[in-house]
């Protein structure tokens, strides 16, 4: 089936049972999946107004614990990132999607572009099977935490026809929502409070402090990026001479041009980050370890290179040999992905 199917049925098989988008490509797609497949499991699929009106529905949905994803294109994410950031600091569960145009939307992903002191864990599969599993254990982890999480994809992710199995994955006991505002516990006197300021309810004769919040949120926020397990492909980087770094659908490009260099006698190995949040960044320096050059592969002008760059501290030297590589629409169909284009870039770089 087409990517944007497979993970509208991967949300569902994760419980998820609230969506809402507003349509843009190559986002559009996945809105019209879960349109058709929610209503039959008793779930509720909204096209919103605009990108801020669907990740405010989408936070009234996550309050009542129920599961709930929105999405968008980097553009559109680009006006969700004031709520994005309230939900993590209201320590609220949501999935959220890019379906970016190319790869310039790597550092919003990673550092997030609303206001305080959070993060949010991101996934980047590479191909329909992998978006399946990932989408479901961003679920998981948006639960088991009570934060955001990114599945960061793209034009060919959503696109591409694959055949693939969606089954619900079995990440262990669902984790507690004992939190969550469902009705049961007003005018009881332990009323429940869902806000990025704070969970005790404040009246005019009791103050409260604004930093024990947050310091409270900063020690999620690290037990967190803790309790994740940095994810990464790693092969061929034993005797390598020169390690390549790349993520999302240019990953899969560049292992098979790494896998034809081999054939033709060039020790070459890969590195493909599956959380770009936590970074793999041990992965990436053992990688690096006798190598001559880690060359990184992106589809913009260099923005995960700093956090190659970061792994690996000096001690191999860094080349960057991706670039903008684009479609006359702009939606990040690249004419450089292609083996042989790749496989001489690589090869260059040992130059």
């Known amino acids: 089936m087409e990517g944007s199917e497979a993970i509208a049925e991967a949300m569902v098989a994760a419980g998820c049972r609230f969506f809402a988008g507003y349509p843009m490509t190559p986002f559009t797609e996945i809105l019209e999946q879960m349109a058709k497949q929610l209503p039959p499991v008793g779930g509720v699929c909204m096209n919103a107004e605009s990108e801020l009106e669907a990740v405010g529905m989408a936070w009234g ?19 969700m990132q004031e709520s994005i950031a309230e939900l993590a600091m209201a320590r609220l569960p949501l999935v959220v999607l890019n379906m970016a145009r190319a790869q310039g939307d790597y550092w919003q992903a990673t550092r997030g572009g609303g206001h305080g002191d959070y993060r949010t864990p991101v996934l980047a599969p590479m191909d329909v099977p992998e978006a399946v599993e990932l989408t479901q254990r961003a679920f998981h982890w948006a639960a088991t935490w009570r934060n955001p999480v990114l599945v960061f994809g793209d034009y060919y992710l959503a696109h591409t026809s694959q055949s693939v199995d969606v089954q619900p994955i079995d990440f262990g006991p669902a984790p507690d929502v004992s939190w969550a505002l469902d009705g049961s516990s007003g005018g009881s006197g332990r009323a429940k409070l869902v806000s990025p300021l704070g969970t005790q309810k404040q009246r005019d004769d009791v103050g409260y402090d604004l930093s024990e919040h947050y310091l409270a949120c900063a020690a999620a926020t690290h037990a967190m990026l803790k309790g994740i397990e940095p994810m990464a492909e790693v092969a061929l980087c034993d005797d390598a001479d020169v390690v390549v770094v790349a993520y999302g659908t240019p990953g899969r490009y560049i292992r098979a041009a790494v896998k034809a260099l081999r054939e033709r006698g060039v020790k070459a190995g890969y590195v493909r980050p599956i959380t770009l949040l936590p970074f793999p960044t041990e992965a990436v320096a053992r990688a690096a370890e006798g190598a001559k050059v880690v060359a990184v592969y992106e589809n913009n002008q260099g923005q995960m290179v700093d956090d190659v760059r970061l792994a690996v501290l000096g001690r191999t030297p860094v080349s960057f040999i991706g670039g903008l590589s684009l479609d006359t629409s702009g939606f990040g169909i690249a004419p450089d992905l292609d083996v042989t284009i790749l496989g001489d870039r690589i090869a260059g770089a040992l130059s």
């Open 61 to 79: 949905a996550a309050a009542t614990g129920t599961p709930a994803a929105t999405g968008s294109t980097g553009q559109g994410l680009s006006l």
